[in-house]
């Protein structure tokens, strides 16, 4: 159980395109996503928070017009990089707040989406 | 500041042999500590979380950690590492009460020579 998908597990763009990349709960419902961005040998930092139903919260310093999150049901967070550049070219994670009714929620990772911007 | 240290870039042992992997945290309020494995080109997985009551905790794939709050550390170890505990390994700080807002740190990446 508690399984979260991403797709696509990588994709190549070229630059001023936009690519979107799903994250979903396969087996529980997730009314909190989260994005992060992990770079080469770098660790994890979180981009932005998404509640369902909601506008996203956004970390400091990332641009929401940028990167556009849509929380839009119980199973699914969206990412959009609008006018990607190679710049945007990263590994992206999603992890999905669930638990257990009474018991601590727990972030469950999904297996990342590697974008390329040429 | 909140923040996690992981001073260990990289690290590499022989196979058998045990593994401890550092983790310092600088954190406000209650923390709540986790450690992560990461395969390449792969989400994370948990493989333990401290919240509270015995300081030891034990995890998935044989490895423990030792939460000591007069050092705030929770230090990762293994007895005897397996060639395929090669990965990268986070350590990671939340608040007490949820998930919410994980601070991870740098990772280290460990090798497992034959």
């Known amino acids: 159980g508690a399984v979260v998908s991403q797709h696509p597990s990588w994709v190549i763009c070229k630059s001023g395109t936009s690519v979107k990349i799903e994250c979903r709960s396969l087996d529980f419902q997730a009314t909190t996503m989260f994005w992060y961005r992990q770079f080469p040998k770098q660790s994890l930092m979180l981009m932005a928070t998404s509640n369902e139903g909601s506008k996203a919260t956004y970390e400091q310093g990332v641009e929401k017009d940028k990167f556009l999150i849509n929380h839009a049901s119980l199973t699914l967070s969206t990412l959009t990089v609008t006018s990607a550049h190679p710049e945007d070219s990263s590994f992206y994670i999603c992890s999905a707040l669930g638990g257990a009714p009474g018991s601590y929620n727990e972030q469950f990772f999904g297996p990342g989406t590697r974008l390329t911007v040429l | 500041a909140q923040s996690v240290t992981q001073p260990d870039i990289h690290i590499t042992v022989s196979e058998g042999a045990s593994l401890e992997l550092r983790c310092n945290y600088s954190?406000?309020?209650?923390?709540?500590l986790f450690w992560y494995v990461q395969s390449p080109g792969q989400g994370l997985q948990l493989l333990l979380k401290y919240f509270s009551g015995d300081t030891l905790v034990q995890g998935i794939k044989g490895f423990e950690a030792e939460f000591k709050r007069s050092q705030s550390s929770f230090n990762l170890r293994k007895p005897s590492v397996h060639w395929s505990d090669a990965a990268e390994y986070f350590c990671a700080v939340g608040p007490a009460g949820g998930y919410n807002k994980l601070i991870f740190g740098a990772g280290t990446r460990l090798a497992v020579h034959p």
């Open positions: 954190y406000g309020a209650t923390p709540y």
